[in-house]
């Protein structure tokens, strides 16, 4: 597990698993779907814990977040 705390930490783990071919799973407010951080991919190794962020920026004409 990964937590990041600003986004240039979710950046640089996003870089360094696509580098190693190793599968991210985001992980986020903890809700009643959390068991969907368990994965069936033998690849997922890194949960990505974004719980750290304080905010999140929406830009709905790219559709982005």
Known sequence: MVRAHRVDEVSATLRICGQLGASVIPLGGNTGLV???ISPDPRARVVLD???LSRC?????AGTA
């Open 57 to 61: 920026e929406v830009d709905p004409t």
């Open 35 to 37: 068991g969907g951080t």
């Open 50 to 52: 974004l719980t750290g």
